[in-house]
């Protein structure tokens, strides 16, 4: 069974861009959250989604927005880039009452 | 408001012995908790976990212990081994709001010293 899948891997972008990262969550799993991780903050909760809902937003800016697609898919976006959203984007995909989170490898994303 | 700490950013061991990483949490509604390894450049990957309801799980190597009156938890890690030196995070599930949300802890850099 394939794990959760992170597109793309690593990415550069200027300051004032705009950027869209994408996930594909293990077959069968309906929820997919995503984290930011950055040197020294741990994982960072940035918002859950659950059959094109989104059910849990952590505390970030408008700028960071996502979606779920009908075949549990996800994207999230992140508008007008400052240099501190470099960092380490992963996506994690659990099933209706799943009791664990399984994390892709992450879009290392910096902005210069 | 850090929910989840973990005070310890890093912890070295020699190889053989045994590595304990704590975790402390500041909600009694927490109600599953769960522990990570992540190696640089890949994501985190799922260790071990334990229900509130239970106050010891063991997978192999690894335990996780719980202590519901002193909201903290600890991985216990017997035998060490250097493969084991990577970012070790713990996390604690919030189903306060009706839905789940993982709350994750700063992580402890372990380092197995062979």
């Known amino acids: 069974k394939a794990g959760v899948t992170q597109t793309p891997r690593y990415l550069i972008k200027t300051r004032g861009q705009q950027v869209t990262l994408s996930c594909s969550p293990i077959?069968?799993?309906?929820?997919v959250s995503w984290y930011q991780q950055t040197p020294g903050q741990g994982l960072q909760f940035l918002f859950e989604y659950f059959s094109e809902t989104q059910r849990n937003k952590g505390n970030f800016p408008g700028r960071f927005s996502g979606r779920q697609f009908s075949n549990s898919r996800s994207e999230m976006n992140v508008s007008t880039l400052e240099l501190g959203d470099s960092a380490l984007y992963l996506c994690a995909s659990s099933s209706f009452n799943g009791n664990t989170i399984y994390f892709g490898e992450g879009s290392w994303l910096t902005v210069v | 408001d850090q929910q989840v700490k973990q005070n310890s950013p890093s912890l070295s061991v020699q190889e053989g012995r045994i590595s304990i990483l704590n975790c402390d949490y500041t909600n009694s509604m927490f109600d599953y908790f769960l522990w990570y390894k992540k190696y640089p450049a890949e994501g985190p990957t799922f260790l071990i976990s334990?229900?509130?309801?239970?106050d010891k799980n063991e997978d192999g190597r690894f335990t996780v212990f719980l202590n519901k009156s002193a909201k903290h938890l600890s991985l216990h890690i017997v035998p060490s081994q250097p493969g084991d030196s990577a970012v070790y995070f713990c996390a604690a599930r919030d189903t306060t709001s009706g839905t789940y949300k993982y709350i994750f802890g700063t992580g402890t850099r372990l380092k197995v010293l062979a």
């Open positions: 334990i229900s509130s309801i239970k």
């Open positions: 077959s069968g799993h309906r929820s």
